[in-house]
C-alpha cells in the first residue's frame, strides 16, 4: 500500500458528506489552513445528527446523548463556538429504570463513584450488586482488554451477572452500541465502559443537548469553514471519484473539482457505491456492503405543557419504550417526550400508529399519564448505525489509493457508532493529510 507522504502537491481537499465525520476533518484541515471544500447530498448538513422540524417544533431525526468521555466532540464543539455549559442539560451518571432499578453515582473521585454507585443501587439484592462491583473490577484489572472477542452476553454470564444483565448492562450495551447483548461485541462494549465509567468522574456525565443536532456542531462547523478560507456546499452529492495521476477529480451536482485529496465520509451506503467504480477502491466497497445494520426509532409524543416525567431521562424495564426523553426539562420543550427504542426487535413488526399506541399506553401504565397526546411523530432510523458485531472487520481510514481517504462512525476503531466514533475518524483523516504537507 502506497504511504500518504508520496503525496507530495499543493494541497486542496474535497470532503464528501457533511455530517458529523466530513464536518470534524474539515474544520481540523481548516483550522491548519488547508483548503478545504464539503460537498453535502443533502439540503441540510448534519447527516444522521440532524435537526426535523415537525408541526413548529424543532426535533431532531433521534434522541441522542452523549458521553463526558465524548472529549473529542465536546472539544470541536467547543472549536467552532459552542458552548457546553450552555448547548447540553449535564447530568452526573444516574440510571433509573422505572419502579424497578436505580444506579445514582455519588460525588466521589472514578473509579469509586461508580464503584459506590453499584453497591447503593436500589432494586437489587446485595449479592448482585457486589457481583456487578467485582465484574468491574475483574475489568480493570484486566485493563479491559479481553484475549479474545466474545458477545457482550457471554461475557455478563462468565461474570455471573445474573439479573444484572437485563437491569443494567443490556440497557447499556442496547444504547451504547445499538446492538443486542447476544451479538454485541464485550470488547467494544468495554472500550465503552473503560471511557466512560473509568476514567475521571465527569467522563460518566451524561449530556443531553439543548439545541438541535444540525445547529450543535454541523451549522457552525459551516460558519468556521467559511472563516478559514473553505467552502461547504448542500444539496450538492459527489457522484464519482476519478483518480488522475496524483489528483482526484470529483465529480459533483455542481461540476467537476480536481482535489489533492479526497475524504469520504458518506453514509456507508454512498461510500461503497462511490468506491465500487474505482478498482483499486473496490474491495473496500465489498467490505462496507458486508457490515450489518441496526435500526433506531424515536418515537416523540407532544402532550400538554404540564405533563413531565419524574426524571430528564428515565427507562422502562420491560417496556417497548426502551428510554424516554422528558423535552421539557432538557430542552424547555413542555410536554414533549421523546422515546427511543434501540437496536432490532419486535417494534420493527408494528405499524407506526400501533407503535405511539403501544408507547402512549406504557406512558400511562407505569407513569399514570392518561392525557391523549396532541400529537405525535415517529422517526424511525432503519440503518441508523452498524450493528457492533463480534470480530467486526471495519474498514480503516486509509485506503489504497494514497490520497483517497474513508472517514464514518463505522471506519475502523475503538468506539461503536456514535458522534465521538464519527468525529475521531474525520480528525484521523485530516491528520493523515497534514503529515502528507
Ligand atoms: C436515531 C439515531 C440515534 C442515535 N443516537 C446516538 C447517541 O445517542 N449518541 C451517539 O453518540 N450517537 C448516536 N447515533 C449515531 C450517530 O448519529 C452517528 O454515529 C453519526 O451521526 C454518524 O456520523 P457520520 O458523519 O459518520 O455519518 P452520517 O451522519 O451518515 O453522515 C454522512 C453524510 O454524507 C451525506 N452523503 C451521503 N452520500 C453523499 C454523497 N454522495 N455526496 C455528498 N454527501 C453525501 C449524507 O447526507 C450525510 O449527511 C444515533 C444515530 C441515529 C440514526
Given at each position: 500500500m502506497a504511504g500518504i507522504q508520496d503525496v507530495a502537491q499543493e494541497l486542496n481537499v474535497g470532503i464528501i458528506g457533511g455530517g458529523y465525520a466530513g464536518m470534524a476533518a474539515a474544520v481540523t484541515l481548516a483550522q491548519h489552513g488547508i483548503p478545504v471544500t464539503v460537498f453535502e447530498s443533502a439540503k441540510q448538513l448534519g447527516g444522521r445528527a440532524r435537526g426535523v422540524l415537525y408541526n413548529n417544533t424543532q426535533l431532531d431525526n433521534g434522541q441522542h446523548i452523549l458521553l463526558g468521555c465524548y472529549h473529542q466532540t465536546l472539544k470541536l464543539i467547543e472549536q467552532v463556538g459552542g458552548n457546553i455549559k450552555e448547548d447540553f442539560l449535564r447530568l452526573p451518571l444516574q440510571l433509573t429504570l422505572h419502579n424497578r432499578f436505580e444506579l445514582k453515582a455519588p460525588h466521589l473521585p472514578a473509579p469509586l463513584h461508580l464503584l459506590l454507585g453499584l453497591l447503593g443501587a436500589?432494586?437489587?439484592p446485595f449479592g448482585e450488586r457486589m457481583r456487578a462491583s467485582r465484574f468491574m473490577l475483574a475489568m480493570r484489572n484486566a485493563r479491559f482488554t479481553l484475549a479474545h472477542d466474545t458477545t457482550a452476553l457471554e461475557l455478563l454470564r462468565t461474570h455471573k451477572q445474573g439479573e444484572l444483565i437485563r437491569l443494567l448492562w443490556e440497557p447499556i450495551c442496547i444504547s451504547a452500541l445499538n446492538t443486542p447483548v447476544h451479538k454485541a461485541s464485550a470488547q467494544v462494549l468495554l472500550n465503552v465502559l473503560r471511557d466512560s465509567l473509568n476514567g475521571a468522574r465527569s467522563d460518566s456525565d451524561m449530556l443531553l443537548p439543548r439545541i438541535n443536532f444540525s445547529a450543535l456542531f454541523p451549522e457552525r462547523a459551516e460558519k468556521y469553514i467559511n472563516r478559514h478560507g473553505g467552502a461547504v456546499f448542500t444539496s450538492c452529492g459527489a457522484e464519482a471519484i476519478v483518480p488522475m495521476g496524483k489528483e482526484i477529480e470529483l465529480v459533483t451536482a455542481r461540476g467537476t473539482q480536481r482535489c489533492s485529496h479526497v475524504i469520504c465520509a458518506a453514509s456507508p451506503t454512498s461510500s461503497a457505491r462511490l468506491f465500487r467504480t474505482v478498482p483499486q477502491l473496490a474491495p473496500i466497497a465489498e467490505q462496507i456492503e458486508a457490515i450489518p445494520c441496526q435500526p433506531i426509532y424515536t418515537v416523540y409524543l407532544q402532550y400538554p405543557e404540564r405533563v413531565r416525567l419524574p426524571h430528564a431521562m428515565l427507562g422502562f424495564d420491560r417496556g417497548v419504550a426502551q428510554w424516554l426523553f422528558d423535552r421539557g426539562q432538557i430542552a424547555g420543550q413542555l410536554g414533549l417526550i421523546a422515546a427511543v427504542i434501540s437496536a432490532e426487535g419486535v417494534h420493527q413488526e408494528l405499524e407506526q400508529e400501533q407503535l405511539v399506541q403501544k408507547v402512549a399506553q406504557e406512558l400511562h401504565k407505569q407513569l399514570g399519564i392518561t392525557r391523549v397526546p396532541l400529537w405525535h411523530q415517529v422517526i424511525a432510523?432503519?440503518?441508523?448505525?452498524?450493528?457492533?458485531?463480534?470480530?467486526l472487520r471495519r474498514p480503516a481510514q486509509i485506503t489504497p489509493l494514497p490520497n483517497v481517504l474513508l472517514a464514518g462512525?463505522?471506519?475502523?476503531?475503538?468506539?461503536?457508532?456514535?458522534l465521538e466514533g464519527a468525529i475521531m475518524s474525520g480528525i484521523r483523516c485530516a491528520n493523515e493529510i497534514r503529515k502528507a504537507s
Open positions: 436500589k432494586g437489587l432510523e432503519k440503518r441508523a448505525t452498524f450493528s457492533c458485531e463480534v470480530d462512525d463505522y471506519t475502523a476503531g475503538a468506539y461503536p457508532a456514535t
